[in-house]
Each structure stands twice: as structure tokens, then as C-alpha cells.
């Protein structure tokens, strides 16, 4: 009998779990239907693959949509947008909008308006606070919740879980994996005096210092390890937590963040000074190459852009004034797929960062994986084209990112979703169709 599919992708380099193969991939029904298909098989619609790389759906992790909060910086559905043009096929998006996702009823409202706003599937985080602690464990297991949120340094408003005691009780109320953001907070508040308004840009690193964050990380690990309750330590940014968690895997997994491995001061911050700050930090190249070192063996977990905007006007505030975050959503994978082309990894551990990874660390059901059975999310590359990423491509309404001119190697053409074709050739196709992404309970 003739074998007949919603979508075929022919000719393809597909990466696989076990290597990369040229296969023909069969969708129906929104899944992944056949891994090699028959010449003679027939498709409602086929894309030609060839010359391209088709990988698993890629999954930014971290990002801040600011939905609710300012429309003229960025929404879900600008946000998303933004991801599938730049070859993301779902987001895990945070809680620290206006207002937070911190109770039962804030979930809901989001849980709804993501499914009719979103270009991409996405994942929802909730916000852990000190007085939420007790509807932790049922707001973990909601729909589409990829985990709980804390702030354990650094943040905005009520989101925050700075001492031991509010940390443990955290840990204690359910038993997913919790994400930290994970700088000590009584340290970056002691050493704000030491610096003054105006200084350079430079400073911030000076402030949110190495210590700030491993000092941060070594608490909330002591505390993991008596509660039990496994760790996510968002954007490690130092090479000291690095080799640290390496003692830690049975209750600690890690991210990366791109800017992380891209950026480095003090160059950073001379040539782009408020556009440069973020939490926690750029800092020197002894950092970047421990990032380098710890994607090479396997420390670290996933890779995700913390996209996190901000109007202009608040960037090109003098320091420490203003806003730290920055845009990144729609560029993290050229700029992945450039550092592939210039070989400091390759493409089968870039998909393990942006699929298998984060999968595996949120327990994601059903994405992640190019298998039978498993959504047909993929993203579809052209290693070979040339591109200069320009701010006229930018569709966040912020307007901006700090990477405007940097010329990549390697780019995403297609970005499919559960079967739809929601990006081709950096046009956006189709209406939001994103759904909640689903994750084991
Ligand atoms: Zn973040």
C-alpha cells in the first residue's frame, strides 16, 4: 500500500539522537510519523531539504517576555514571532511581568492568552516568593508550567527568595526541578555603596563580582543536596561555578547562557555600554573560555538567551541606572549555529543544548527528539548562508539588539511546528497557532 503523509521532508541531513543521518521524515497528524520513507510515498505537501540540516525543533528555555507588562517593548505575540523567525520552535517563558505569575489565577490567565497569542509552543514559568510557598506544589504540575521560578539575587518587586530558611521551605513544598537565578543578594547589596552613579558601563561586572554569584550557587547547592530537591542553575556565568557543579550532578543540572558565550569584557561594554548590561554579568575571557570548556565536556545542560528587552530609553540610562537585560530570542540560533561553523561545537551537541537538553532537564513530553511519535517540531538550516544580522529584522517592538551588524555563518530557514510551516525564508507564515508545551508531572 502507498504510504502517504501530511508533510514530507526529502533530502535532508537530519540530526538524530545517534548521529546524523539523510533521511526523508514523514509527518502526520502533527508527529513525526516515519524515519526513512519509500521514494513511491506521496505527501499533501513536501519541502526539499536539500543542502539543509533539519534538527529537532529548537527550545529557548529563558526567556522574558514582559507579557503583561510594557506592549511597547514586547508581547507574547511579538516575542514569539521573534522565535520563529529566528528558527526557535518553543520558548519556556518567566514570570517576573506586571503583574507576576505567582497564584492559581494569574496561571490561568496566562495559560489561555499564550495559546491564542503564541507563534511557537511555549512553556510557562511560575514564580516562587516567600509567601506563595504553599501553593508551590500544585501550581508546579499545572498546564504547560515548565517549573518553578526563584530569584534568589537580583530581581524586581515581590519576586524574590533571598535567605536560607525561605529557600529551604521552597524546596520542601514539591518536587520538580526548581530554576534559580542565583547571585547572593545580601553581597550585591553590600557592595552597592562602593560604586557611584556614572561610572562606566565596565563596573557592572565590578559590582555583581564572581563572588556574588559563586557565593550564591554554593548556597543554594548545600541546600539541594539536604532537601534533595533538584537544581537548575540558570546563566552560570563564572569559570569557579563551573568546575563547582561538576561535584554536583546528582542534584544540580546547568545553563549557559549565548551572551555568555559570545560576548566578553571589557570590549563589550566599551563598544556597546548600556546595550552590554545584564545579570549576571559579561565578564573577562578567562570566563568565556571556562563557558567554552564546559560545553565541550558536557557540564553544561542547555543554552538559552535570557531575552530579556527593554525600551532604548532605559538602556542608555547612566550606570547603575540603567536597565539590565537584553534582547536575544531571535538571534541566539544564527549566532549558535555561527559558533558551529566556527567549530567550537558541533551541530549533533547544539541540538543536545536546544533539544535533548532542555527536555531533559523540564521533563518536556513529546518535543525534543527526532523520533517516531515524538511533535514535528524542526528547524531547518542552511549552514552555508552568509548573513549579516541587521536591527531592520529585529520585530520585537523594542527595536534593537546587541548584535546589529555581526556577520554569521550559517542560518535557520525553516521553522515548523507540529506540522505547520510557521517560518520560511525569514517570512513569517499562517496565524499563532502555538500551543502550551506539555511536561511530565
Ligand atoms: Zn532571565
Redesign the pocket.
Known amino acids: 500500500m502507498q504510504e502517504h503523509y501530511d508533510l514530507l521532508i526529502r533530502r535532508g541531513t537530519a540530526v538524530l539522537p545517534w548521529g546524523m543521518e539523510a533521511t526523508d521524515i514523514g509527518v502526520r497528524d502533527g508527529r513525526i510519523a516515519a524515519l526513512g520513507v519509500p521514494a513511491a510515498a506521496t505527501a499533501d505537501a513536501t519541502i526539499d531539504a536539500a543542502g539543509l540540516h533539519v534538527l529537532p525543533g529548537l527550545i529557548d528555555p529563558?526567556v522574558?517576555l514582559r507579557d503583561p507588562g510594557d506592549p511597547a517593548v514586547e508581547t507574547i505575540a511579538t516575542g514569539t514571532k521573534a522565535a520563529v523567525l529566528g528558527g526557535l520552535a518553543a520558548v519556556f517563558d518567566?514570570p517576573n511581568t506586571a503583574p507576576s505569575i505567582t497564584d492559581a489565577d494569574r496561571l490561568a490567565w496566562k495559560q489561555d492568552y499564550a495559546e491564542r497569542h503564541s507563534w511557537c509552543d511555549i512553556g510557562l514559568y511560575v514564580g516562587g516568593t516567600k509567601t506563595n510557598i504553599p501553593a508551590l506544589a500544585a501550581l508546579e504540575t499545572g498546564r504547560g508550567v515548565c517549573g518553578i521560578k526563584i530569584f534568589a539575587g537580583s530581581s524586581t518587586g515581590d519576586l524574590m527568595v533571598e535567605d536560607d530558611e525561605h529557600l529551604e521551605q521552597v524546596m520542601r513544598a514539591g518536587r520538580r526541578r526548581i530554576a534559580y537565578?542565583s547571585e547572593d543578594e545580601y553581597r550585591l547589596q553590600a557592595r552597592k555603596p562602593l560604586f557611584h552613579r556614572g561610572e562606566p558601563y565596565v563596573r557592572h561586572m565590578d559590582w555583581r563580582d564572581e563572588e556574588c554569584a559563586f557565593l550564591g550557587t554554593r548556597r543554594l547547592m548545600a541546600l539541594a543536596r539536604t532537601t534533595g530537591r533538584p537544581a537548575h542553575i540558570?546563566?552560570v556565568s563564572t569559570a569557579e561555578e563551573l568546575a563547582y557543579l561538576k561535584d554536583f550532578r546528582d542534584v544540580a543540572t546547568c545553563e549557559v547562557l549565548l551572551n555568555h558565550l559570545t560576548q566578553i569584557a571589557p570590549e563589550a561594554y566599551e563598544t556597546l555600554g548600556g546595550f552590554a548590561v545584564m545579570n549576571p554579568p559579561i565578564r573577562g575571557r578567562r570566563h568565556y573560555e571556562a563557558a567554552w570548556a564546559a560545553i565541550a565536556d558536557g557540564t553544561v545542560d542547555t543554552v538559552g538567551s535570557?531575552h530579556?528587552p527593554h525600551a532604548r530609553t532605559k538602556k542608555t540610562l547612566p550606570w547603575p541606572d540603567c536597565a539590565a537585560g537584553l534582547t536575544g530570542v531571535q538571534t541566539i540560533v544564527p549566532l549558535m549555529l555561527n559558533h558551529v561553523s566556527a567549530g567550537r561545537l558541533s551541530l549533533p551537541r547544539l541540538v543536545d543544548l536546544m533539544c535533548a537538553g532542555p527536555a531533559r532537564v523540564y521533563g518536556v513530553v513529546g518535543k525534543g527528539r527526532l523520533a517516531a511519535g515524538y511533535d514535528a517540531d524542526f528547524t531547518l538550516v542552511d549552514m552555508q548562508r552568509r548573513q549579516r544580522i541587521e536591527e531592520s529584522w529585529i520585530v520585537s517592538p523594542c527595536g534593537w539588539t546587541p548584535f546589529a551588524g555581526t556577520a554569521v555563518t550559517g542560518w535557520p530557514v525553516a521553522t515548523i511546528v507540529r506540522g505547520c510551516t510557521v517560518m520560511r525564508e525569514d517570512e513569517v507564515l499562517g496565524t499563532p497557532e502555538g500551543r502550551l508545551v506539555r511536561f511530565a508531572a
Open positions: 529563558h522574558h518567566m537565578h540558570l546563566h535570557d530579556a
